[in-house]
């Protein structure tokens, strides 16, 4: 089986790059992210007409999260148990469409699109890490409840997790910049230490998964790697192969963020 997850920045906007890419590249399960769009005006028939079953979550033109399945698609959730609300300045707080999960082909498979912190200082990065530590705790219940059970928590995290995973880190140090401060270290590695393991990285190293648009940051090479497939230990075990489909970054219309694909053993 082939698992995948894509943040396409505008479903929409990248429908036909979208479709195209599931036909080459004839993955079964595809994590999407940044839908940016309300279920009322989701492409259903983009995946319907390609033998998919999909299941998305999308309250207005920001976020929104969704998996595409033709092994399956059941036991659908949106949001996971406890995920944090925000609302700026504490004010009228929503809960963003950032999570969904369904079961696919006997794996639970997660789409996640986890805040950005914006700034170290701003709220954004409270609730950011407040959002991660509450996935943790209750990605620990799974596994204590079920040891066996095969998770994959896909998406863009939006943390660079080690020095490797940006282009240059004294750039990002110097400028007090997201992504690779050691709180948002800490929240990572804390599903590491739960057992967890990143399987694309062994296959990928030195890659990135995105590329601002901005300063040419694609073609000068100047990338990073935030997005991720952390597998649980029953998982992680079936993994033959994983990769970053870079190609799919080139070219007018493009995703900032290239698709990140894992093998897996029947």
Known sequence: M????????SLRARADRVEDWLRRTDVDVLAIQETKCKDENFPWELFENNDYEVAHFGVNQWNG??????????NVQRTFPGQPEF????????QEPRAIAATC???????LYVPNGRALDDEHMAYK?????????RSGQWLAENPEAQ???????NIAPKDEDVWDIDFFIENKLTHVSAPERAAFTAFEDLGFSDVVRPYTEGQYTYWDYTQLRFPKGEGMRI??????PALTARVTSASIDRE???GKGASDHAPVIVELSD
């Open 151 to 157: 998770i994959a928590l896909m998406g863009d995290w």
């Open 65 to 74: 999260v969704a998996i595409a399945s033709r092994v399956g698609l059941e």
């Open 227 to 232: 997005d991720f497939s952390l597998t649980s």
């Open 105 to 111: 082909g006997g794996v639970q498979v997660w789409s």
């Open 129 to 137: 890490l407040n959002w991660l530590n509450e996935l943790k705790e």
């Open 248 to 250: 799919e970054r080139k």
């Open 2 to 9: 082939k698992i995948a997850t894509w943040n396409v920045n």
């Open 87 to 94: 609302g700026k300045g504490g004010k009228n707080p929503i």
